[in-house]
């Protein structure tokens, strides 16, 4: 019973625990990202926070470019933080906002981190 207590304690410990990776996305120039975008970042399993880090700015090319911190909670589905990166990364590069303008790009600037939640 002791052991399954300790075992009990260690998962309510690490449930608290999240993570969180910094990218930057590159948009069409004219997407709406902070309302369409972010609300579909927002839907995507685990990602429990969206914010930006910086104002928008524009490219050389013209296109919109947004840094953003994720934080999310790991899929238990998929092996490890690096492959829920890669998931998340490319759910991303496929969204459109509702006049169809889309993500061009998704640049990671940090690696995942884990955050201790209090």
Known sequence: ?????????????????SYHF????????????????????????GVTIVKT???SRTNEMGNKVSR???KFLIDPNLPGTRGYLEKIR???????????????AVRVITNPEKTDVS
């Open 1 to 17: 019973m002791e052991h399954l207590l300790e075992r009990w304690n260690k998962f309510l410990f690490e449930a608290r625990s």
């Open 22 to 45: 910094i990218v930057d996305v590159i948009a069409e120039k004219n997407t709406q990202l902070y309302g369409s975008i972010f609300d579909k970042i927002r839907a995507i399993p």
């Open 53 to 55: 880090l910086e104002a």
């Open 68 to 70: 953003l911190d994720i």
């Open 90 to 104: 490319s759910e991303i590069k496929t969204m459109k906002d509702d006049q169809g303008d889309r993500v061009l």
